[in-house]
DNA sequence: CATGAATGAGAGTTCATTCAT
DNA sequence: GATGAATGAACTCTCATTCAT
């Protein structure tokens, strides 16, 4: 496979990314994406044999862009706000249509998928070594960092489902986040 | 409808749930129902015209059912205990088949659903009254019962995700609700 | 599947026999045949399941017209002559288009199916019988009769497949007939 | 068409042949002998424009091929069975792959085709000629020496039908082999 | 009310064939 | 000559939905 195309299945990612924001993930059919991408039936399954096989690769394009910087140089209050401030943009950004899919995509197809929770063990040990350090400087009071660290991430996972299933507004979860920050003994001011 | 048909309905919505439980939401045809229930096709027809619409009537049956005793004459840190090991076993429970199928449910058919809304509000009511009463009595520290009650909702909900995502351990549960009961001071004996 | 069901059986693999004899085994697909029958693409999915499915309806049900009386009460020269007639006629009869299609089939599905091998069979079991009342009635002789039978069931084979094949006049096969009637001691008059 | 035209001709008349043995003459795909080749699809489109164009080609090189030494200093007795054992393999050894998709082919193109029809004829000369002289040296007993060298390779034809629909032990050929042999006055010592 | 045969739109998939490079 | 990406027609199969009985 060539240099041109892996550029054409950049493409097709690309307008998949669009079609399964728009539609979900169960109701994308190899048609939908046929359609956004102007391309022939048969030319797509040069690239994907299915919708399965593209939504992954969305996924696998999204994990390399969504790296963030580490700021290590922060202090631990503050490095800790903005992991969760990263979350909640998550949580709260509607433009973020995808997440519907990944869902979806991730009831559908149960727990023989680590595309997903690859996400969850970085954030995991991530926030961890926040607490720790905070810890370990004074800044925070927590006697089990990486309990915390996981409460902290279901809690933030919750939100996320419920800000997909209901509305959820900012304040709550600022609300949250203060209350999160609360609990290891930090106050924003 | 008639006295029959309404048994005739609760009849199609039981065997109904079986099947959900079985293929998750999505996957399930009206085919699939009509063999479960060993009706005719058109028959199924009379009383439901959707998947959508049978799985929402075992939503609203399910939730008749699961109205649990409020015991609220017992202390609030054994109120709360007694609610939270409900949760986890919700949580661990792999019988509660249904639950993919609700979320796969939750995410396709996204916010404008009330449905299952409903159950979230009616815990978080019931966990910030344990919380206000346990301040009440002094058996617990909490400064904002009704974000603490949204709080653990909110972690449970993430370990409920997260349950039927990838496997969580009933230690990982009982690990989170002891942090949680220390969050407001409480400890497990 | 009621009464009427059999009937629309009956007429789907009555329509698919023509369809199969025009177009050979593999040539055809469920288009044709559900275009043959003047039914809908997915009623023809109700009945048979392949083409594969169909042929094998078609040649059960050719199997049983088949049957050609025994008339066990001739003398066996003419009980053989009337078998080696009726061969004639499989063989000679350009009408049997269906013909090239049970080759393909054969060849298609190798030697896991009995459906065609049946034939052979029976064939085998009524012309030794043949033989050897011909040889106890001194009418025959032959000192092996099942394996001439099997030789003249071969060389009809060979018959067969050669008209499919070329074209074979019936002079030739007349002229085999009383070839294979004198290896056993019979003339024709 | 230069000389390394030819060469590349060759290649692929080669590489098909395995394919075509492999999975029979209906099944095989232009991309099943272009993968088999390893060469482009429209490369493939220079030499040839269809299966059949390449099965065809397949057929005249093994035409080339098979030819057979014609023994004619041996005893008639020894050059039959000779004859007979050359054909008892071409029927026996499985390693013939290529000729389930012969006649696959025979049965898909007809009569129309002649290319096969050649060998039959030319064993029959062979065949009939072995019979005239056995008789006119009075080693063999025949009235009618072609109608009985069309018998032998009708039964032949048969032979090896049978051996690709059915399974054909070595035991039942050698019988018919001998059985064959008897109708000419002959036995196996 | 109830049946279940029938429909037809539409999804997935494969392949011969073309054509710009 | 040679490549292989691209096309689009054709095929299989499934399902929600209807309708005569």
Redesign the pocket.
Known sequence: ??D??IQ?KRYIVEKAAEVFGKKGYKN???????EAC??????????F???KEIFEAVLESRRLISKTEDSSDMQPGDRLLAFLEEKKQEIVSSSDYLRVAIYEYMFAHGEQDSMVAGDFDADLQRLEEIIEDGVASDWMVCEAPRIAAYNMLYALEGLKVSAQTGIISEERVDEQIEYMMGTIGLALE
């Open positions: 496979m060539g041109k195309s054409k994308v059919t190899m048609k939908d994406i046929v102007e391309i022939s039936r048969g030319g797509l399954y040069l690239y044999n299915s919708t």
